[in-house]
Structures are given as C-alpha cells and as structure tokens.
C-alpha cells in the first residue's frame, strides 16, 4: 500500500514548492477507499466474519455458543495430541 501510494502521487507533478497537489492526494485517498471497500466486500463474506459476529460481546458476556467450539476445539486437538 505505501508503494502504491507513492506511485500515485508520484504520478502528479509537484508544485513550485515541491510539494504535491491537492488533487494527488485526492487520488490518492480516493484509490485507498475503494481498496477498503473491496477489502471490506471480500471480508464480510468469509466465515471467520460470521463467527466473529458469533463472538461479539452480548452485554458484558460473550455469548456461550461462541466459545464453547472453540473450547471443544482445543479439548479435542489436545486430546488427539501425540505426546
């Protein structure tokens, strides 16, 4: 992402300052926002999204469907554990 970002603006020519234009970094975020959106798109469908809803805080608790897979998880892979 900082590369990319330096093309971009890299890509405008620098004021007499030399400094960049308004308009480079408006490029700029406006390519970052779309790459969180896309970002943002590709996550929400994923599973651990669902599960991380699972495990989101319902009050002050966690709610128990969330943590008890994950406690047999770790019960069963230490169980099947070799040593």
Do not use: W
Request: hydrophobic share 50%; net charge positive; aromatic share 4%.
């Amino acid at each position: 992402m900082q590369t990319l970002s330096g093309i971009i603006v890299g890509a405008f020519e620098p004021l007499a300052d030399g400094a960049r234009s308004e308009a480079a970094y408006r490029a700029l975020f406006g390519v970052l926002t779309l790459v969180l959106i896309a970002a943002v798109a590709i996550y929400s469908r994923s599973r651990t999204s669902s599960l991380a809803m699972k495990c989101a805080p319902a009050g002050n608790s966690l709610k128990r469907e969330a943590i008890t897979p994950a406690r047999s998880l770790i019960a069963d892979t230490i169980r099947n554990s070799p040593v």
